[in-house]
């Protein structure tokens, strides 16, 4: 006989998928939204880190904010990729961490709720390590002042979110200067490290983030339905 559950809370489960290519990692993505509509896995938060590389997202003249010509990409080992994310342009690199949640929005249909939660969980776990981020009206992201520590963008097909948040813990902070990050120009990039002066443990970031991924989304998370 199967447990009851009918007063539990919907799972929610965590993958590390390693270092994978953008692409690669997007088509992985894809297939996790497919199976999060048919009801065949919970809501996931997947993590990954990204070789580096230059994603340009859907906002209007996104492409506008490279900087860097093909000698230098090609100097600099920086990739360039369109994307079908919400936002501009953005880096993905090593020593940052990206989250991917893959959510079912179905039981409240309301991005602009998930964008704030998927703020609050980075806020959360930052605070634990000691800094203090804010919000910034109008601006996805999670900042120190002007300095932005987060980006996020998402994407949505029938309700179940993907794509999501990249955290800079550790990256090279020098391959910032190939963009103008998020099209931003009236603030800066930063990083766990240069905040904290030292080098920050991936490992014990992604924990805390997890934590906190649970401890928000447990109350928004919707069961497993068939869509």
């Known amino acids: 006989m199967s447990p009851d559950t009918s007063n539990s809370t919907p799972p929610l489960d ?11 990692a997007l088509e992985r993505q894809k297939t996790l939204v497919a199976l999060r509509r048919t009801g ?13 590389v230059f994603t340009i997202g859907m906002r209007k003249g996104a492409e506008q904010h490279l ?3 093909e000698a230098q990409l090609k100097a ?3 990739q360039v990729i369109r994307s079908n994310r919400g936002g501009d342009i953005t880096y993905h690199g090593p020593g940052q961490i990206v989250g991917y949640p893959i959510i079912s929005l179905q039981a409240r249909r309301d991005l602009h709720a ?4 998927l703020e609050e969980v980075v806020i959360r ?3 634990t390590f000691g800094l203090q981020t804010t919000r910034r009206d109008g601006q996805t992201g999670i900042w120190l002042d002007a300095r932005k520590i987060c980006a996020i963008g998402v994407a949505v097909r029938s309700w179940v979110t993907y794509h999501g948040f990249a955290l800079n ?3 090279d902070m020098d391959h910032f200067a190939g963009i103008v990050p998020c099209g931003i120009t009236t603030g800066t990039v930063t990083s766990m490290q240069a905040e904290l002066g030292e080098t920050i443990d991936l490992d014990d970031v992604q924990a805390r983030l ?10 928004t998370a919707a069961p497993n339905e068939q869509s």
């Open 67 to 69: 900087i860097w010509n």
């Open 14 to 24: 965590t993958i590390d998928w390693g270092r994978t290519e953008y692409q690669a």
């Open 76 to 78: 600099k080992g920086v």
């Open 125 to 127: 776990t930052l605070a």
């Open 210 to 219: 997890a934590v906190e991924f649970k401890n928000v989304f447990r109350n």
């Open 114 to 117: 998930y964008l704030r939660d």
């Open 40 to 52: 065949e896995v919970p809501d996931t938060l997947v993590f990954t880190e990204h070789p580096p």
């Open 169 to 171: 813990v550790n990256p």
